[in-house]
C-alpha cells in the first residue's frame, strides 16, 4: 500500500464507522419515537377509523416531527385516517413564508396555509412592553378551530411533548396552587373539538435528534419579538438539572402523572372525605397509616437504603 492509499484508508474508514453508528442510532430514534406516539394514540384512543387529523405546524422540530410520525402510523397503522397539515402565518416580520409550502409539497401532504395578520392586532392592542403571547395564542385558538372546522378535521393534532406537559406541571403548582399538567386527548373549551396530543410520551431530546437528523427546515421561534416565557425556562432547567443528577426521577415524575390516589391527597372534591366511614373489612392493599411510606421499587424510587429507610438526596 502507498503511504497516499494508507492515509486515504485511515481518514474514510472511521468515517464510514461514524455512519454506519449514525444509521444505526437514527433507527433506533426512529422506533422509539414511533413506539412513543404509536402507545399515546393507543392509551388515549387519540385517532379513530375515519379520522381527519389536523397538525397544526408551526415551523418547530416538535410540530415538524409531529407531522413525520403521524405520517408514518399512517402508512403502518391497521386504521385508516387522513392528515392535513396546517399553518397559521401570523405575519410576524421576517416569516419565511415559503418554507412550509416548500417542504410540504416536497413529502406531498395535503396542507392548508392560514394568513391572519394576528402580529399587528397584538401589537397595537397589546401596551408596549407588556407580555403578548396570552392574546396571541387566544386569536391563534379561535382561528385553528375555525380552521378545523372549515377543513372538517375530527382531530386536532398539538406537538406537546414530555417535557412540555411536565413543565406545565410545575408552573401549575409553583405559580397556580394546582396540581395539573396538559391532558395528552382533551374537548376543546369551544366544546366542539377533540384535541390530541400525540408526542404526550415523547422526550423533548429525542425530538430535537430526530429534527437534527432529518434536517426538517426549522423556521425560528422568536421572529415575534417576544421573550420567551422566563418562568418555563426557569422549571426547564430545574427538570434538566434533576435528569442530570438523578437519573430516573424525570421518568419516575412523569408515570405519576398516571398513577394518582386522590384519597392521599386533600382535593375534597376528588375524594369524599367528609363522609368516610370505617367500613369493618380488611384491606390488605388499604393505607396503613402508622408507618412511614416504603419505596421498593428502586425503578420508582432508587434512593433507598438496606433498612428500608428513604436516603437523604446527593448534593
Ligand atoms: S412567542 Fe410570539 S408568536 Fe408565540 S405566543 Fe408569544 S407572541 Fe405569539
Known amino acids: 500500500m ?16 461514524q455512519a454506519e453508528r ?6 433506533k430514534l426512529a422506533k422509539r419515537l414511533r413506539r412513543d406516539v404509536g402507545q399515546a394514540v393507543a392509551d388515549f384512543n387519540m385517532i379513530g377509523d375515519g379520522d381527519r387529523v389536523m397538525v397544526c405546524l408551526s415551523g418547530g422540530k ?45 413529502i406531498g401532504v395535503d396542507f392548508h396555509i392560514e394568513e391572519q ?57 409553583f405559580f397556580g396552587s394546582k396540581i395539573k399538567a396538559m391532558p395528552p386527548k382533551l374537548v376543546s373549551d369551544d366544546g366542539r373539538h377533540i384535541v390530541i396530543r400525540p408526542l404526550a410520551y415523547c422526550r423533548e431530546s429525542d425530538l430535537a435528534a430526530w429534527a437534527e437528523l432529518q434536517q426538517f427546515p426549522i423556521i425560528p421561534c422568536n421572529l415575534c419579538g417576544s421573550q420567551e416565557n422566563m418562568q418555563r425556562q426557569n422549571v426547564k432547567a430545574m427538570l434538566q438539572d434533576w435528569d442530570k443528577r438523578f437519573p430516573g426521577r424525570i421518568k419516575n415524575l412523569f408515570r405519576s402523572l398516571s398513577r394518582v390516589v386522590p384519597s392521599h391527597l386533600m382535593d375534597r372534591d376528588l375524594h369524599d372525605f367528609h363522609h368516610l366511614e370505617a367500613t369493618g373489612v380488611p384491606n390488605p392493599e388499604g393505607d396503613k397509616a402508622f408507618d412511614p411510606e416504603t419505596f421498593t421499587d428502586p425503578a420508582i424510587f432508587p434512593l433507598i437504603t438496606e433498612d428500608g429507610c428513604t436516603a437523604s438526596e446527593p448534593g
Open 2 to 17: 502507498t503511504t497516499l492509499q494508507a492515509t486515504t484508508t485511515a481518514t474514510i474508514a472511521p468515517t464510514a464507522r
Open 22 to 27: 449514525t444509521r444505526i442510532e437514527g433507527n
Open 62 to 106: 416538535d410540530s415538524y416531527a409531529l407531522l413525520d410520525i403521524l405520517r408514518y402510523l399512517q402508512a403502518h397503522a391497521p386504521i385508516r385516517f387522513s392528515i392535513v397539515a396546517v399553518n397559521l402565518d401570523q405575519k410576524q416580520p421576517g416569516f419565511p413564508e415559503h418554507v412550509l409550502p416548500g417542504y410540504l409539497r416536497s
Open 117 to 173: 395578520d394576528t402580529y399587528s392586532i397584538v401589537k397595537r392592542v397589546v401596551p408596549e412592553g407588556k407580555t403578548t403571547c396570552s392574546l396571541c395564542s387566544r386569536l391563534r385558538r379561535g382561528i385553528l378551530y375555525r380552521v378545523a372546522d372549515e377543513l372538517g378535521a375530527t382531530r386536532i393534532a398539538l406537538g406537546h411533548h414530555r417535557d412540555d406537559i411536565l413543565e406545565t406541571l410545575f408552573l401549575n403548582m
